[in-house]
T-cell receptor, first 115, second 111 residues
Framework: DTAVSQTPKYLVTQMGNDKSIKCEQN?????MYWYKQDSKKFLKIMFS???????INETVPNRFSPKSPDKAHLNLHINSLELGDSAVYFC??????????????FGEGSRLTVL | DAKTTQPTSMDCAEGRAANLPCNHS???????VYWYRQIHSQGPQYIIH???NNETNEMASLIITEDRKSSTLILPHATLRDTAVYYC????????????FGKGTSLLVTP
């Protein structure tokens, strides 16, 4: 019974295509995140949603559009894929109050390869 | 968020204690110290966090100096499965603040 699940785990696609990665958490958490880990292994925050509202939006190209239909889901849609988008994308969730917001539960990652 | 400094890599013999240091000399009074680890090809895993008191859970102990400018994560009896990259992060305890991962310490536990 996976706490934070992402689909697909692997995604290989051509430049210029549009793709989506889905994330679901069954922990009852209020806050969800998307992180990107590039080939150099740096893990960077992209977005954060609290109760379906965007609260963190780092400098990410507007080709990336997160969507949160409810607080248990945070999907990532990417338009016009570029080579530099190749990375592992991690979804995470946390409780929405105080210091516990720093206890993130991560999914297993979705490895995106753009050819 | 305050920046952190960690050694790039460390080794530890299996069964011994692994002590991972972290410097955060510019930490603010309302910032917590969080520790995570990432085992190869897996998602990061939360370990422990603290504000100023020492903390212990089933995974590790966190020792924070009295001036809060540094901390040490202790894995009391390291196993091969503890081989991972360990991240020390300081952050305000509020959902409006991102958890920013640095380069971390690559810990290798050897037989």
């Amino acid at each position: 019974d996976t706490a934070v699940s992402q689909t697909p785990k692997y995604l290989v696609t051509q430049m210029g295509n549009d793709k989506s990665i889905k994330c679901e958490q069954n922990l009852g958490h209020d806050t969800m995140y998307w992180y990107k880990q590039d080939s150099k292994k740096f893990l960077k925050i992209m977005f954060s949603y609290n109760n379906k509202e965007l609260i963190i939006n780092e400098t990410v190209p507007n080709r990336f559009s997160p969507k949160s239909p409810d607080k248990a889901h945070l999907n990532l849609h990417i338009n016009s894929l570029e080579l530099g988008d190749s990375a592992v994308y991690f979804c995470a969730s946390s409780q929405g109050v105080g210091e516990r917001t720093g206890e993130l539960f991560f999914g297993e990652g979705s490895r995106l390869t753009v050819l | 968020d305050a920046k952190t400094t960690q050694p790039t890599s460390m080794d530890c013999a299996e069964g011994r204690a692994a002590n991972l240091p972290c410097n955060h000399s510019t930490i603010s009074g309302n910032e917590y110290v969080y520790w995570y680890r990432q085992i190869h090809s897996q998602g990061p895993q939360y370990i422990i966090h603290g504000l100023k008191n020492n903390e212990t859970n089933e995974m590790a102990s966190l020792i924070i100096t009295e001036d809060r400018k540094s901390s040490t994560l202790i894995l009391p009896h390291a196993t091969l499965r503890d081989t991972a990259v360990y991240y020390c992060i300081v952050r305000v305890g509020n959902s409006g603040y991102a958890l920013n991962f640095g380069k971390g310490t690559s810990l290798l536990v050897t037989p």
